[in-house]
C-alpha cells in the first residue's frame, strides 16, 4: 500500500519553472515504477513521465518522457525521502493542467509505462497554470 501527495503546483508565466514533489508514505519505496500523469479541461489523460524501480543494471532507475515535454521536464526519485520530482522548464500555455503522480510495485524492474491504467496509486493532484 502506497499513499501519494503532491505539491509544488501554481501559477506560471510562459517560459518559467516549477518543481513538483511527490511524496509517499508506504515501504519499499525503491520498488515502484513511478509517473506523472496531467489532465486538461475537456482533453483525455496524458502520461507526461515515468521513472522505473531500482534494478540490478540501473539502481537509479530509467526514465521515459511524453514527446510533448521531452528536454523540458525531468523526472527524478529520491528513494532515501519516498519522493519522485517533476522540474518542468520552459512552460507552455499548453501545460496547464492537473498533474498527478501514480505508483505502481515492480519488484523485478519495471518498464516506466506512460499508461494510466498501468499504475494502481493515484495523488490527489495539483494544478500547474500556465499564463500571462
Known amino acids: 500500500q502506497l499513499q501519494l501527495v503532491e505539491s509544488g503546483g501554481g501559477l506560471v508565466q510562459p517560459g518559467g519553472s516549477l518543481r513538483l514533489s511527490c511524496a509517499a508514505s508506504g515501504s519499499a519505496f525503491e520498488l515502484y515504477d513511478l509517473g506523472w500523469f496531467r489532465q486538461a479541461p475537456g482533453k483525455e489523460h496524458e502520461g507526461v513521465s515515468s521513472?522505473?524501480?531500482?534494478?540490478?543494471?540501473?539502481?537509479?532507475?530509467?526514465?521515459r518522457y511524453a514527446d510533448s515535454v521531452k528536454d523540458r521536464f525531468t523526472i527524478s526519485r529520491d528513494n532515501a525521502k519516498n519522493t519522485v520530482y517533476l522540474q518542468m522548464n520552459s512552460l507552455k500555455p499548453e501545460d496547464t493542467a492537473v498533474y498527478y503522480c501514480?505508483?505502481?510495485?515492480?519488484?523485478?524492474?519495471?518498464?516506466?509505462?506512460?499508461?494510466?491504467?498501468?499504475?494502481?496509486?493515484w495523488g490527489q493532484g495539483t494544478q500547474v497554470t500556465v499564463s500571462s
Open positions: 521513472i522505473t524501480s531500482r534494478d540490478i543494471t540501473n539502481k537509479d532507475g530509467s526514465t
Open positions: 501514480a505508483a505502481v510495485f515492480q519488484p523485478f524492474g519495471g518498464v516506466g509505462s506512460l499508461r494510466s491504467y498501468e499504475y494502481k496509486y
